[in-house]
Structures are given as C-alpha cells and as structure tokens.
T-cell receptor, first 116, second 114 residues
Framework: DTGVSQDPRHKITKRGQNVTFRCDPI?????LYWYRQTLGQGPEFLTY????????KSRLLSDRFSAERPKGSFSTLEIQRTEQGDSAMYLC??????????????FGNGTRLTVT | GESVGLHLPTLSVQEGDNSIINCAYS??????FIWYKQESGKGPQFIID?????DKRQGQRVTVLLNKTVKHLSLQIAATQPGDSAVYFC?????????????FGKGTKLSVKP
C-alpha cells in the first residue's frame, strides 16, 4: 500500500496528557497537510508543510499543538495538555506541487483521538 | 463562517438510479473544486476535481458540474450502487488549488437502497 499512512489509528488519553501522532505521506509528495474532523462535520484545515517548511497554520492550531516535518518526509503532530475538546479524528493528507499545479490531496485513514 | 455548504444533508436513492449531490460556495475567488467520498472509519477519498475554466468534467460514472454564475457545484453519480453509500464532501480552494487550505463543506450522506 503506497497511500498515506497514519499511526496510531486510535488513541485514548486522559485529559492533561500529551499525545503524538505520526503521518507518512505518499513518498513522492512534497506537501503534507493536517486536518481535524469532528463527527458530522467536514475536515478543518490545521496546517501544512511544503518539504520541511511549515507554510501555513490555522487559527484552530492553538499553542498546545505543534507539528513538525524535520526531513521533509514523515510528520508528527503533538498535542500537549489535551482537553476533551481535542477529541476528534486527525487526518493527514499529502499532495505533489509541481510549479503552481497542485495534485489533489490524498488522505490517510486518520487517528481517532478520545480524551477522557 | 464556512464558504462551502450543501443543500441536502441526506440523500436516499434506489440502486441503479442516478444521484445528484449539490454544493454551494460563496467565495467568488475560488477557482478549484474537488469532491471527496468518505466511508465510515476511513479518510476522505478523492473522486473528481474541476477548475474554474471548465463547467463540466466527467470521470468513471461521475460527472461534476460547475456553475460559476450562481456559485454552485454538483456531483452526479450514474447507476448508483450500494458501494456508493458514503458521505460526500465538496471542497474549494483558490489559486488553482495551490493554496494549502482546502475548505470543506459539511457533507451529504448518500444511502443507496437495494
């Protein structure tokens, strides 16, 4: 399977704990995105990288959230001091930007976070 | 608020019939639109996209229509099958899709009756 891979698929944590999620994009894709999705809603943009550079962050990304893509390949999303409102599906996507043409975003199957 | 929305939150069709899922957008600067299908427990799956220099694009059993005058987008699925049952999202972007922030609507749940 050469699609976007996310780990873990599910994470249950207690309020106040830190969690970290990993995303492995499609190998030839230079862009990587993080989205959050709550039940019954469409995905909401959090942040994205082009290679190792983080180019945009949403207002949704509070200072408790940090994302990295140190070598321009896989990415991690860390949430510190989790709150119950952080419970959601965290989706990773990747795409290939060539010049100004961006390929469609391809999504992974997400990490479902439950904060108790 | 969101600039992409949907007219119908749920749609139920008979197997073999054609399905039409509608979407309205409000950002006149949007020039790239994309439809995703999301099955339970999975991430969104790309179906088809269209740029604003086109008003129609066809894929396998799917057609996307874009009406820029009224800022309306639709997804037509021909001969709907049980495997088409899912939530369908439209999304928009500017600058031909090169921007990072893809804005999604809330989704339409399609149920296919055998």
């Amino acid at each position: 399977d050469t699609g976007v891979s996310q780990d873990p698929r599910h994470k249950i944590t207690k309020r106040g704990q830190n969690v970290t999620f990993r995303c492995d994009p499609i190998s030839e894709h230079n862009r990587l995105y993080w989205y959050r999705q709550t039940l019954g809603q469409g995905p909401e943009f959090l942040t994205y990288f082009q290679n190792e550079a983080q180019l945009e962050k949403s207002r949704l990304l509070s200072d408790r959230f940090s994302a990295e893509r140190p070598k321009g390949s896989f990415s991690t999303l860390e949430i510190q001091r989790t709150e119950q409102g952080d419970s959601a599906m965290y989706l990773c996507a990747s795409s290939s930007l060539t010049g100004t043409a961006n390929s469609p975003l391809h999504f992974g199957n997400g990490t479902r976070l439950t904060v108790t | 608020g969101e600039s992409v929305g949907l007219h119908l939150p749920t749609l139920s069709v008979q197997e073999g019939d054609n399905s039409i899922i509608n979407c309205a957008y409000s950002n006149s600067a949007s020039d790239y639109f994309i439809w995703y299908k999301q099955e339970s427990g999975k991430g969104p799956q790309f179906i088809i996209d269209i740029r604003s220099n086109m008003d129609k694009r066809q894929g396998q059993r799917v057609t996307v229509l874009l009406n820029k005058t009224v800022k309306h987008l639709s997804l037509q699925i021909a001969a709907t099958q049980p495997g088409d049952s899912a939530v369908y999202f439209c999304a928009e972007n500017i600058n031909g899709g090169s921007q990072g922030n893809l804005i999604f609507g809330k989704g339409t749940k399609l149920s296919v009756k055998p």
